[in-house]
C-alpha cells in the first residue's frame, strides 16, 4: 500500500483528520481501506483534499466506508441515478427563498447545528460532502465533536441532560426553530418544497434520541441536535424546555471555539460521523450560486426509536439533514 498523507485536521486535536491527494485506485485497496476506516473510527471526520473532483471519486471513496443510501423523496434533487446512485444535490441559486437574517447579516444556505436524520429512529453513519460551485464569501461547513462537547459541557448541565431522551420531528420551517436560536433572527422566506415536507411530518411520530451516549470505545458523546428538536421525553414542561434551550445554548456557544470550519475547494470531499458529530453551514451572501453534492454511508447506532414505541414503517423519507 503507498503511504497515505495523513496529519491532523487542527494541531494538538483529536477530532479529524487531513488526508492528502489519495487516487481513484487507492480507494480500491484493502488496506487503504481498513487504514482510512480505522482513522475515521478515531477521529470521527476525515478531510479528503487534493483529491480528483469528479462524481465517480466522490462515490468510491464513499464506498470505502460502507453501502450508500438513496434518498427515496422525491423532494430531493438526485445526480443521474442510472450513473451516479446515491449522490444528491443540494442547490441555491440567488433569488432563490430561504434567506434568513443572522445577528443583522441576510443569507442564503444558513443551517443550525444538527446530526443527520434526527427525526427517524436510525441515523445514518455518515455522509460524504463537496462543493461544485462554492462562494466567493461565507459558505462554509462546520463541524463540532460531540465527545469534546460532552468534556466541555458545564458539571450542572451535563448532570442534568444525561441520561435524558430528546423528541425530534421533521421541521423544516426556518421560522420555528427555537432552542439555541440566535439572538437575533429573521426568516424572510421559506423553501417551497416546506409545506410538502411539514405535512408529511405531521403524520409520522416524532424520534427519540439519547442526549449523550457512550460509544463502543468508551468515550461519551453529547448527541443533541438543536435544530428539529422538540422537547424531553417525558418532560415537556417548562423546566424541560429551558433546559432543552440551556444546552443548546451552550453547544453553540462552545462551538465557537470548538468548531472546525471547512472553506471549501472543488477538490475536497469530507465525511463526518453522525453519531458522534454535530455539523451547521455558515450561510453565504444570497447574490452567489452554491451547490454541493453528498452521499450517505448506510448504519445505525441502534439507540432510537419512535415515540411511543411505533413501528418502523412509521420512518419517514429521509432528506439531505
Ligand atoms: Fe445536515
Excluded at 430561504?98 to 453513519?125: M, Q
Excluded at 460524504?128 to 466541555?152: M, N, S
Excluded at 409520522?204 to 435544530?227: D, I, M, N, Q, Y
Aim: aromatic share 8%; charged share 25%.
Amino acid at each position: 500500500m503507498a503511504q497515505l498523507d495523513v496529519r491532523p485536521l487542527i494541531e494538538g486535536r483529536n477530532f479529524g483528520v487531513r488526508i492528502s491527494g489519495i487516487t481513484r485506485e487507492q480507494t480500491a485497496d484493502p488496506l487503504v481501506r481498513e487504514a482510512v476506516n480505522a482513522l475515521f473510527e478515531k477521529h470521527g471526520m476525515i478531510v479528503f483534499s487534493e483529491v480528483e473532483p469528479s462524481g465517480e471519486m466522490h462515490v468510491a471513496l464513499s464506498n470505502i466506508f460502507g453501502s450508500l443510501k438513496d434518498h427515496p423523496s422525491k423532494a430531493v434533487a438526485r445526480v443521474d441515478q442510472d450513473a451516479m446512485p446515491g449522490v444528491i444535490d443540494m442547490a441555491m441559486k440567488p433569488g432563490d427563498p430561504g434567506d434568513i437574517d443572522v445577528d443583522g447579516v441576510t443569507l442564503a444556505s444558513w443551517l443550525p447545528w444538527h446530526f443527520d436524520h434526527a427525526y427517524n429512529n436510525e441515523l445514518n453513519r455518515a455522509g460524504v460532502l463537496r462543493a461544485i460551485d462554492i462562494p466567493p464569501e461565507g459558505g462554509l461547513t462546520g463541524f463540532v465533536d460531540g465527545i469534546e462537547l460532552y468534556d466541555a459541557l458545564s458539571p450542572e448541565l451535563r448532570e442534568k441532560i444525561e441520561g435524558r431522551n430528546i423528541l425530534y420531528r421533521m421541521n423544516v420551517i426556518m421560522a420555528n426553530y427555537r432552542f439555541g436560536a440566535p439572538a437575533r433572527y429573521h426568516v424572510h422566506s421559506e423553501k417551497p418544497s416546506s409545506d410538502m415536507v411539514m405535512e408529511e411530518s405531521a403524520k409520522v411520530p416524532r424520534a427519540v434520541h439519547p442526549a449523550v451516549w457512550t460509544r463502543k470505545s468508551g468515550e461519551k458523546v453529547l448527541h443533541l441536535s438543536p435544530w428539529m428538536a422538540e422537547g424531553i421525553e417525558n418532560d415537556e414542561t417548562p423546566e424541560g424546555e429551558a433546559l432543552l434551550d440551556a444546552v443548546s445554548r451552550e453547544i453553540v456557544d462552545l462551538s465557537k471555539d470548538l468548531a472546525y470550519w471547512h472553506h471549501w475547494k472543488p477538490t475536497d470531499m469530507l465525511i463526518w460521523d453522525n453519531w458522534r458529530a454535530l455539523h451547521a453551514v455558515s450561510g453565504h451572501p444570497p447574490q452567489y450560486p452554491r451547490r454541493m453534492q453528498r452521499t450517505t454511508i448506510k448504519g445505525d447506532y441502534g439507540l432510537g426509536y419512535f415515540e411511543g414505541g411505533a413501528s418502523n414503517d412509521n420512518k419517514i423519507l429521509e432528506r439531505t439533514y
